[in-house]
């Protein structure tokens, strides 16, 4: 079953459960890949899903994190809520010794040798570890082993 049909059937799902705040952050998933979809003007693989995603949790967080230091907790907690929901269809995340293993793998099979062939390690990583790592830690553990 694809990405977006357990999407679908989890919204649906929802509905009968009429778990408001679920099928909230659900309609407005599967809205944000269709957005995407009209945009590029293709239908979404798995992969394509799993980047709206990721971006939307990360959205999700930066909002928590500024309606917290403004003191608006009951909108952080309602993000947070959201970003449950949406870390649901994300795959599992990478431990730290198998992200340190296709760091080096990487690095290796790409012949890195300093910053300048950082983002040819970036576009050997990224396919690996979308959604399962966050790329602006994984960004600065490629700057430490290759500075």
Known sequence: ??????LSEQQKNAMRAKDKARLGTLRMLM????????????????????AVITKMV???KDAAGQFEQAGRQDLADNERREITVL??????????????ALLIRAIADTGATGM???????????????????MGKVSAIIKAKLA
């Open 31 to 50: 809205a944000e890949i269709k957005q995407k979809e009209i945009d590029s003007r293709e239908t979404l693989d798995d992969d394509g899903i799993i």
């Open 58 to 60: 990360k959205q999700r």
């Open 116 to 134: 300048q062939d950082m983002g040819k390690v970036m576009a050997v990583l990224k396919p690996q570890i979308q959604g399962r790592a966050d």
């Open 1 to 6: 079953m694809s990405l977006k049909d357990q």
């Open 87 to 100: 870390q649901e269809f994300l795959p599992q995340p990478l431990t730290q010794d198998e992200l340190d």
